[in-house]
């Protein structure tokens, strides 16, 4: 955990968001189109600036270009036009990253599949075993350590893909839809937990999902997205302080957010809808 | 919020108990009967041939140098142990042999075809002609460019043996889960590593089911290439023991080889079959309903 101990976690627990000027920028976008093939805009002229402690959905229709612009942070393509500049190169060399799928190796055990990372840098499973076994039980699987992963419920391989992720220690984790295939009572769940983790590890999340409600619960920027061409429409703050749990669901203060992400959203698309 | 739900669920769970309990007991003996079934069936046909065979036999007086029945072929089986045991080895041993090379042969294509796509381009349409070869059209040429008899019969028997594992294995390196070759890139995997934690494992199944066809080819190859080459002096194996009793009339001694070599095919399966099951049981779906 030494790696963000930079940024103290009490900023959070205390409901006391630094202010967000105040925090260093970690990854931006600049002006940053993707094409594909002559005519599929992907994106168009999208600026991002990431600060480090930021939780960034990214809320829009399907074909806006949400998982496009996670595939451009994780330098899985290049984008046509523009860049991703990256202020925090040791953000890039622990990037954790979450896809839709658990995408477990399923001939591998749940410990095996976590040491991936890590054995790909070389590192022998002895010399690792307590980074596995804190990244295990901080997604609360200790004791599942040897079970494949065709032992385990959906919501279970999700959280091995999700340790997997943590057990870099990165500053950056990008998720596409992680929970988007699961049930809406494990969906929470693994929600409450996600900030929970996000509380002790002080990281920064950029999370993709078509979930108004999901976005407000978990994030305090959501960026609102169209499609064709994909690119963003607006921003919004979630000013809620964290730790914010279950009983934050069933505030005024988040039905009032859900209202207006909900509004800004259809608005947005209406307004899209007049000028095509 | 799942706790009140847990509350009434587990009481309609208590109540109905009894009815699962049948439905389960009904459901593990009609499995525990498929289990019975699964060589109780064969058997019973196989009994029945055998019995048809020996019956058509004694009732037709069919002369046994045309169609011995199967008593006496055990009893050849037996009688001849001694002289057919050795030939019996001898084409085990170029069977398993050809096998090896056609798992390294096959594999390793495989293997060279994923690292470069030039190679795989240049190479992939003469495996392919190699396969579509009739090998009895080429047997002549072999004869004539390879001086060891073993090495020939052994060349043979590869060449119908190696295609399966190759393309099995290629389409296998090719079919890892997109998913995880993203996340071997973002996590800066080297080619060796990818290699040895994603497409090794991946096409692990594929290789196996190539490996089962190949199984079968290199016994095919190994009989085939022993009809075509003849013996090698002492060294005769069971295609050669085929023929020989074929020039003598002697059809049951025939009979008896053709035994041999049917049960070398069938535990060649099996062994393949039982490797398949233990490297794949834990984790891989093709395995995994074997078990229930
Ligand atoms: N590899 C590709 N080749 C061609 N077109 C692509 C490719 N990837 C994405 N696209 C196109 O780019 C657009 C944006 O796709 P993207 O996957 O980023 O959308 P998304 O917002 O993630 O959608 P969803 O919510 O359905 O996942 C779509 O129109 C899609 O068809
Ligand atoms: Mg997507």
Redesign the pocket.
Known sequence: MADGANLPAADFAAGTPRARAARPVILSLDHVD?V??TS?V??RDMALEVRQGDFISLL??????????L?LISGL?QPTRGRVRWEDPQARDTLGVVF?EPTLMPWATVAENVWLPLRLRGKSRAQVMPDIAEALAMVGLTGFENAYPRELSGGMKMRVSIARALVTHPRLILM??PFAALDEITRFKLNNDLLAMREKLDCTVIF?T?SVFESVFLSDRIVI?A??P?RVIRELAVDAPYPRDAAFRTSTEYVAHCRAASEALAEAMQGVAHEG | MAVTDAGPSRATNTQSAPVVDAEEAGRLALMRRERTLRWALPSAVFLALILLWQGAVTVYEIPHYQLPGPFLVMQTLVEDFGSLAGSWWTTVRITVLALILAIIGGGGLAILFTQSRWIEMSLFPYMVVLQVTPIIAIAPLIFIYIDSHIARVLFIAWIVAFFPVLSNTALGLKSSDHNLRDLMTIYRASRWQRLRFLQLPSSLPYFLGGLRIAGGLALIGAVVAEFTMGSGGQSAGLAFRILESSYRLNVPRMFAALVLVILTGIAIYLVLSWVTWLLLHKWHESALKREG
Do not use: I, N
Request: proline share 4%; glycine share 18%; charged share 20%.
């Open positions: 993707k594909f093939g599929v992907a994106l829009g229709p399907s074909g806006c270009g949400k998982s496009t612009a595939r393509m839709q596409d839809e993709v078509h997205m499609a064709r994909g």
